[in-house]
């Protein structure tokens, strides 16, 4: 009895002592939501820390300019390049050939990949290949494309084409799987044929996961783009670094830089948007 | 006979060689009937139920309906699954109105024949909201004018109330049962909920688990189905000897299965 009580004590010191619970925080939330200020204090430092390390680097430490350029030179060689009207041809020359090329790229792999993703015999038949081919970089393909098509459009075009199309459809065919197998039966329950529910059931259902794959595919796009442009181009963004390169011209790498990474973050927001406005339904929002 | 169920066997292959789902099911509905299959898990009560439905072809043995054969699935049959499987991008009406949109009925009478039923499930008010704005009874209201739309000679309905909260699940039972009794439709449900079994129908089959079997019928005979019936003995007896079979049964599975 008196053993009992003991272990009974002891148990009971233990409890309030050791085991504490869990301290709320706000900080270290897990997968939580955090307060709306806070939230953008932290953008805000995301932005401006990098922006003032540098600013102090460029203006009190001894780096050559030709290395690093001071925010303010590159602002007035974003100027000077923004008022001879180079820039915004180059950027323009760059979107046009990641549109056309990625939209040839998503014109093809969405219904491939829904197809891929809603017949499993389809699936068999070109997952293996597909599968392969994703793998193999697509700057590999550029002494071939330049050998089969030259140095015009055609090859900086193909080649954004061929790096992404293979994720596309794979990342479609994906989605597919997330049609719930009950709703598809439901669908055939109503009357449905298999072509009415491949149109109207699985295909509006994996929109959201569309806009999502091709979010995600055209940041791989925008990057081959340049790397087209570095190798071989008159005009467009890369073209403009690759230049500047040669003469050293350190301010206007970091324009284009900037402007190449600024476009892309658009690009992937506007997608963003895209879902939110048009997919209320979707559980990504 | 309305729905004859003739001598229906069901084996899947799986790894470990044949598996028995279903064993020689006999059951005869008679149109208007509401009529409750219950059994323990394992008992093959919705595989049985997707067999109707046409969704699944049994290994043998023979389902008509109105002395036609069930040979695949179609509008002829309704049926609501456990998980609301609404079109979560269209909207309440939209969703009622797409089997008819799927025959290709005309859109005025769509939207004619979809606006009456969802008066009837009582979600009027609510035709323009998209599935995840309504709360789980609603979504399963919604299923049920869908299928109802179509009008179709039975309503399957698998497991339809078993992922409400206690409150809906009970206002969803009144619901059902008003609505069969205006409609005068066939209905089929399937459940391990003992309580709606004996509140619903007016005949249950009881199924034993692996391999599932018919163990016993039992006609409930209840002179009002409002909500305090439960609390009447007669209820009760029913009830209690539904557990008690369904007990017995899904026990006796479970050490069959063992063996």
Known sequence: MQLKSRNNRDRDSLNAENRSSLRPSVFWRLVEDIPQPLNWVLIGISIGLPLILWWGVTTFGSIDAKFLPSPAAVAIAFQRLWSTGELQQDTIASLWRVGVGFFLSALFAIPIGIVMGSFRSIRALLEPLFGLMRYMPAPAFIPLLILYQ??????????????????????????????????????????????????????????????????????????????????????????RISVAGRFLRTDEIFVGIIVIGTIGLALDLLFQYLIRVFCKWSERN | MFVQIDNISKQFQTQSGNLTVLKNININIDRGEFVCIVGASGSGKSTLLRQIAGLDTPSSGEIRIAGVPVKGPSPDRGMVFQNYTLYPWLSVQENTEFGLKL????????????????????????????????????????????????????????????ALDIHTKESMHEFIIDLWQRTKITILSITHDVEEAVFLSNRIFVLSSRPGTVKKEMTINLAERGANIKRHTIFQDYRDELMVLLRQYGAEGLVAAKV
């Not at chain 1, 055939?188 to 529910?197: D, E, M, P, V």
């Not at chain 1, 595919?217 to 081959?224: E, G, K, R, V």
């Not at chain 2, 909201?129 to 789980?136: A, I, Q, V």
């Open chain 1, 150 to 239: 030259g140095i015009d459009e055609a090859p900086k075009v193909m080649l954004i084409f061929i790096g992404t199309f293979f994720f596309n459809a794979l990342m479609v065919m994906d989605t597919v799987k997330f049609v719930s197998k009950d709703l598809i039966e439901a669908t055939y329950i109503l009357g449905g044929n298999r072509l009415q529910t491949l149109l109207m059931v699985i295909f509006p259902h994996v929109i959201p996961g569309i806009l999502d794959a091709c979010r995600i595919n055209l940041a791989a796009a925008w990057q081959l783009v340049i790397v087209a442009e570095l190798i071989a181009a008159t005009e467009g963004l890369g073209r």
């Open chain 2, 103 to 162: 025959q290709g009925v005309s859109k005025r009478e769509r939207r004619e024949r979809a606006s009456y039923y969802l008066n009837v499930v009582g979600l009027s008010d609510f035709a323009r909201c998209l599935p995840n704005e309504l709360s789980g009874g609603m979504k399963q209201r919604v299923a049920i004018a869908r299928a109802l739309v179509c009008e179709p000679q039975i309503l399957l309905m698998d497991e339809p109330f078993g």
